[in-house]
């Protein structure tokens, strides 16, 4: 570490030194990722994140300050790893089966996306997965879960104005946030056309503007906001009469 630090940062000789490092330690960082195994996260995302802290302690180390690098690696990693599960950890319970629903959908939806061109529609991601749509609908509510926005969240608004997420929210979904019991509604978004369910991933837990979500699927803005305005008041017509 030492030489290390003795040679030019911008010289190739520090970034093939560097390197050879990051491959030796490694295995430090894939051992503490580990010990996090378990908590609902995927393991090879938190075998990334451990090894960005195991570079992050690399490029902090100061041999002069009389500690080793190893000593001075383990929390800097840990630290990365803890910092991770505070910041995109799963905020509510969720079973493990939709978790790991939504972590195939992930792998499922980037392929099919560049195979096809587009972002694929509900039939097709259970398709790939061999899932039923019911299954892919739950993977998808299970994204908010795993990281709720915060209504204070800045984005623009269909003028491209910027306001936050509880302004655009509350354009169209008057009334939506009373639907609060998900066994009630689960079964009626599971009755929605697919488009419908797309419609309203993308702009609750997506937290995409009208704009956006029209660009996505191919219509115009007005008639995405029409969408939205007939589907949430028919889930809170089907909601109030079960």
């Known amino acids: 570490m030492a030489e290390l630090r003795a040679l030019p940062a911008e010289s190739d000789e520090f970034a093939r030194r560097r390197e050879q490092i990051v491959l030796r330690c490694?295995?430090?960082?894939?051992?503490?990722?580990r010990h996090f195994d378990g908590r609902g996260e995927n393991l090879d995302d938190l075998v990334q994140v451990a090894r960005v802290?195991?570079?992050q302690a690399i490029n902090r180390f100061d041999p002069d300050n009389g500690a080793g690098f190893v000593a001075f690696a383990v929390p800097?990693?840990?630290g990365e790893l803890r910092r991770h599960f505070r910041?995109?950890?799963w905020k509510v319970h969720v079973p493990r089966s939709i978790r790991d629903i939504r972590q195939q959908i992930k792998g499922a939806t980037t392929e099919l996306t560049q195979r096809l061109g587009r972002s694929p529609n509900t039939s097709e991601l259970a398709d790939a997965l061999s899932?039923?749509?019911e299954q892919i609908i739950e993977g998808l509510l299970a994204a908010n879960a795993y990281q709720p926005q915060s209504l204070d969240m800045p984005v623009v608004d269909n003028d491209d104005n910027p306001q936050s997420l509880s302004d655009l929210l509350g354009d169209v979904d008057e009334g939506f946030e009373r639907i609060?019991?998900?066994?009630s509604v689960k079964p009626v978004l599971q009755s929605l056309p697919v488009r419908e369910q797309r419609i309203?991933?993308?702009?609750?837990?997506?937290?995409?503007?009208?704009?956006?979500i029209a660009d996505t699927i191919g219509v115009s803005q007005m008639h995405v906001s029409r969408?939205?305005?007939r589907t949430l008041r028919e889930i809170r017509e089907q909601v109030a009469q079960s």
């Not at 309203?200 to 956006?212: H, P, S, V």
């Open 227 to 229: 969408i939205l305005e």
């Open 26 to 33: 490694c295995p430090l960082a894939d051992r503490l990722a």
């Open 200 to 212: 309203l991933y993308l702009r609750f837990f997506a937290a995409k503007t009208q704009r956006q």
């Open 131 to 133: 899932v039923s749509p």
């Open 87 to 89: 910041d995109y950890g």
């Open 76 to 78: 800097t990693i840990m």
């Open 53 to 55: 802290g195991l570079i």
């Open 180 to 183: 609060t019991d998900r066994e």
